[in-house]
Every structure is written in C-alpha cells, then in structure tokens.
C-alpha cells in the first residue's frame, strides 16, 4: 500500500484560544450572568480569593441545564455543596487508614512467614514477572524517599540496605499494596481472604483494593467526590442487588468498606457518615448513589 506523505503546507486544525483570566469579580458577574444568585458578593468573593473558580463551579454542574443554572441556584448553596464535599473526603480518609494499614500487615506477615523475609523481592512467589518489576521499582523509590526516616536509616547503615517485608511495605502506599496483593498467587491471596475476612472471595478484595485506591487518591488530592462516577465497578457481594446499578458510585465502596473495616471502626464511621448526611439535609445525596433503602447498609453494628 502507498503511503501518502503528510504535506507540510497544508494548514493544521485550528485550535481554539484558551479563554483569558478573569478577576474575582468577573467571576462574580459570570456566575449571576448565567442565573446564580449571588446575595453576599463580598463574602463570595472572600470564597473565591482561596477557592478556585474552576473547582468552585465544578459544584454548579449538578444544576445546569445548557448554559445556564436551575433558577434559584444560589452561590452559598454551591458552597454547601464544596463543604460537604470537603467533610466528606476526610471522613474517607479516617475509614481508608485502618483499612491500608491491615492489608500491609496481611501482605507482610504472609510472604514473611511463606517466603521469608525478603520475599517479596523474589518474582517466583508471584503471578506476573512484569508487574513484580514494576512493583519492586516503585518500592525502591519509596525507600529512597524515605531514607531519612529512622528506622529505614537503621536498616541502611546495619543491613547493608536490605529490608525485610515487613518493614519495607511500611512506605508502601495504598495504591502498591493494592497492586501487590493482586500479584500474588492465589493460593495467597485465598488465604489473607480466609483469615481476616470471612464470607469475602479473594476477587472481590482485590476488586475493592483497587477501587478503594481510587477513593483515597481523590481525596488526597481534595478532588470531587459529589456527583462522581469511578472508573471501576465495584464487585458487590450477595445481598446488595438494589445498590449494582450505583455500584460506580459512592454507595458501592462504602460497602466494600463496610466488609473490609474487621472492628468498631466501621460503628463509629458510621455514626460520622449519618450525622454528616444529617447536617447537610439540603443535598440530593442521590448524586452518591444513595438510593432505596440505603440506610439499611448502616443498620447493623458490626461485632
């Protein structure tokens, strides 16, 4: 087949023009000029000066129809919106650490008492060479980072730089836990699901591992939870039927949080979640997927 040389005279596609910056008040006008009310320009303006326009007016999605704005719309209700948001995300974080923490200590203690205490660095005690490479380099980098840190110090200056695993998966973020734990044989991976999570396969950890990830990266980088689909389904377990049409949303890893979280953590979360939806009546929170008999994930303690 001929190939057809690319003519360098022909013009390119336009590209459009980025749009110019705009003061804080022009932020204002445009707010109004598309149907938001604004009663407070100074206080708005306040809120714009440390909050920025275009993470601000992410929260006025929900509301808009064209190009404009449901009429009533006002400013402060979008900045309930982001407060909420904001409460939300470090109610996340709260009910993620335990969770992080646990499946570095089930990863560690089982490839140490397994394998031994380096190994983790043998790429024979998991499924896919390539992604044990991939996971070894960024867990060296990690230790780089974190030289400076005491106990990584000590294992430089005495142990020559080796690491055992479970000291090594101490600056393993969630994000490399969750990938390691989807490496391993599923031998493995069977028995961490066997002994700290009963009734839970080992696909669906690794399915939640993976979500919850996502979640916690969000949150960390104080993105938008509201009205948020996630790239992944989650895999919900029997008994969650009316929720697997929201399971991209919120509803389906505060379940997948529910059967990873072993103690009273979950109980007091819980209570957290429901005062935090209660203080915030005003939102829709069928934007989380919160739908049906929600309520009824929250009714029973946890032992």
Request: hydrophobic share 40%.
């Amino acid at each position: 087949m001929d190939i057809i040389p690319i003519n360098p005279s022909l013009p390119s596609p336009a590209v459009p023009s980025l749009k110019p910056p705009t003061t804080f008040e022009e932020q204002i006008l445009l707010l109004e000029s598309r149907g938001i009310v604004v009663s407070d320009r100074a206080k708005a303006i306040k809120i714009l000066s440390t909050l920025n326009y275009y993470r601000f007016s992410a929260y006025a999605l929900t509301f808009k129809a064209d190009d404009r704005y449901v009429a009533g719309t006002s400013f402060d209700l979008l900045f309930r919106h982001y407060e909420f948001d904001r409460k939300l995300r470090l109610l996340f974080m709260e009910i993620i650490e335990p969770i992080e923490i646990a499946f570095r200590t089930h990863n560690a203690y089982l490839i140490a008492h397994t394998y031994g205490s380096e190994g983790h660095k043998e790429a024979l005690n998991f499924k896919r060479n390539d992604f044990h490479a991939s996971f070894l380099k960024e867990l060296n980098d990690a230790l780089q980072k974190s030289s400076k840190d005491l106990f990584i110090k000590h294992h430089i200056d005495h142990y020559n730089n080796r690491f055992p695993v479970w000291v090594a998966l101490e600056v393993a973020t969630i994000g490399m836990i969750s990938k390691l734990f989807a490496n391993m044989k599923t031998k493995d991976k069977k028995k961490i699901s066997r002994d700290y999570y009963s009734g839970t396969s080992h696909k669906e950890i690794e399915n939640w591992l993976k979500c919850i990830t996502v979640l916690r990266n969000k949150c960390a980088h104080y993105s938008r939870l509201f009205n948020c689909t996630f790239p992944h389904a989650i895999k919900l377990p029997k008994g969650y039927d009316a929720f697997i049409s929201e399971n991209s949303k919120l509803i389906g890893l505060i379940i997948s949080i529910k059967h990873l979280t072993k103690d009273s953590y979950w109980n007091i979360w819980s209570i957290k979640f429901l005062a935090l939806i209660e203080e915030f009546h005003e939102i829709d929170i069928t934007h989380l997927g919160l739908v049906g008999a929600w309520r009824s994930i929250f009714a029973q303690a946890k032992p």
